[in-house]
């Protein structure tokens, strides 16, 4: 679609032969983006910055809730609000900052657990912070 020239900047590049172009859908250069969640994703992790695969507490997580690591998705709090969930799930949140946490627990569609915890590396460093993880864990695959 070609659009019509209204000030000097427009006119000057029509006559230089620059055709301007006008976008049908803007927000996918702005980065809205819509993250649809595969059926076979059973726990979502929502952190500040997205979790390694291969952190061993993570693995050990996904080991004791009996998920694989292709079942599970890594993202951060800003990915998180483009999420579009279709099933039954786990949410992991991992942070500090409630403001972010609030933002997000309304976006957990769908949730069969949702556990809360502080972020990561905290986390390693507080063993009973780590027990209460362990709990959230246990008493959400008990039902």
């Given at each position: 679609?070609r659009?019509i020239?209204?000030?000097?900047?427009?006119l000057?590049?029509?006559q230089?032969?620059i055709?301007?172009?006008?976008?049908?859908r803007?927000?996918?250069?702005?980065?809205a983006?819509n993250?649809?969640?595969p059926?076979?994703i059973?726990?979502?992790?929502?952190?500040?910055?997205?979790?390694?695969?291969r952190?061993?507490?993570?693995?050990?997580?996904?080991l004791?809730?009996?998920?694989?690591s292709?079942?599970c998705?890594l993202?951060?709090?800003?990915?998180a609000?483009?999420?579009?969930?279709?099933?039954p799930?786990?949410?992991?949140?991992?942070?500090?900052?409630?403001?972010?946490?609030?933002?997000?627990l309304?976006?957990?569609?769908h949730?069969?657990?949702?556990w809360?915890?502080?972020?990561?590396?905290a986390?390693?460093?507080?063993p009973?912070?780590?027990?209460d993880l362990?709990?959230q864990?246990?008493?959400?695959f008990k039902?």
């Open positions: 679609m659009v020239s209204v000030n000097r900047r427009d000057l590049l029509q230089m032969g055709e301007q172009w006008q976008l049908y803007p927000e996918v250069l702005k980065g983006v993250i649809a969640v059926s076979h059973r726990l979502v992790v929502i952190a500040e910055k997205p979790l390694e695969q952190d061993s507490l993570l693995h050990d997580v996904l004791s809730a009996e998920i694989m292709d079942d998705l993202l951060d709090f800003e990915q609000l483009h999420l579009n969930v279709q099933h799930l786990n949410y992991w949140l991992l942070g500090k900052n409630s403001e972010k946490i609030d933002r997000t309304p976006l957990c569609t949730a069969i657990s949702l809360q915890t502080d972020e990561l590396n986390l390693k460093q507080n009973q912070a780590k027990r362990w709990q864990i246990q008493t959400s039902s």
